[in-house]
């Protein structure tokens, strides 16, 4: 906030990559399968993320 007395210190470049990286898992997590882990299985649920994933990179 404009008026605080000590103003909140933080790296900007630092903050600009933590950016980057939460970005993708956002996007991850628009699909309902993988936001609430619907998979019993590891394997199946590793599948399901391969899967998002690609088309993720596809339509980006």
């Known amino acids: 906030m ?3 007395k000590q ?3 933080f790296d900007r470049n630092a903050y600009k ?4 990286i939460e970005n993708p898992f ?3 997590k628009d699909f309902r399968r993988i936001a609430i882990r619907d998979d ?11 899967l998002v994933t690609a ?4 339509i980006l």
């Open 2 to 4: 404009s008026n605080r």
């Open 40 to 50: 019993w299985l590891a394997r199946n649920f590793l599948a399901a993320i391969c």
């Open 26 to 28: 956002c996007r991850l």
């Open 7 to 9: 103003p909140f210190s």
């Open 17 to 20: 990559q933590r950016h980057r």
């Open 55 to 58: 088309i993720v990179w596809w």
